[in-house]
């Protein structure tokens, strides 16, 4: 998968335009994918896309039911990807 398809997915995942349970969902794999997708960021120097991709997910997960798992990955991920200041 390109750098554009996951950009193109990670924008789809993040429209919050259908009902509740599709939000949950595709806030779920968007922070999943965030989680994931460290490691790319690092080694290609995408780390500003990572970071804003990381936030956006994180922040659509506000107050929307999604595993404690996958919000928890994509804060790790921001934090040891030096994607956040601490």
Do not use: C, Y
Request: aromatic fraction near 6%; charged fraction near 25%; hydrophobic fraction near 45%.
């Amino acid at each position: 998968m390109g750098v554009t398809s996951l950009r193109a997915a990670l924008v789809w995942l993040l429209q919050q335009d259908e009902g509740i349970n599709e939000t949950q969902r595709r806030v779920e794999i968007a922070l999943r994918l965030v989680g994931a997708l460290r490691r790319f960021w690092q080694m290609h120097g995408h780390l500003k896309e990572g970071q804003m991709f990381t936030e956006k997910a994180l922040s659509a997960s506000q107050g929307i039911l999604v595993s404690a798992q996958a919000r928890a990955k994509a804060f790790d991920r921001r934090r040891n990807a030096g994607l956040h200041p601490e």
